[in-house]
């Protein structure tokens, strides 16, 4: 068709992120994350950006870095909060 070839329909991939600890905060951190990604993985080859690589890696591994910490302090704060509930429960 005609207006397939001018007017495609765009694809978006949905993860789903809808896991006990997730938060909106960790949600968004992980959406920089991928625009981080995206963009080196795109310019990486370009004359332009060549310069800016070590630069585009870096904020990627960093970001990547705290994503890694922050899901790892909210599942702990998630197991903690259950076990604390489970023990109030028990004592009673």
Do not use: W
């Amino acid at each position: 068709m005609i207006i397939d070839k001018y007017a495609p329909i765009k694809q978006k991939t949905v993860r789903a992120n809808n896991t006990p600890y997730m938060t909106k905060a960790l949600r968004k951190a992980l959406m920089k994350r991928t625009e981080l990604a995206n963009k080196y993985h795109k310019h990486r080859k370009d004359e332009d950006y060549a310069k800016n690589i070590g630069i585009m890696l870096t904020d990627y591994t960093r970001k990547k870095e705290e994503i890694t910490s922050t899901t790892f302090k909210t599942r702990f704060r998630r197991c903690k909060k259950l076990l604390e509930n489970s023990k109030a429960t028990v004592l009673r």
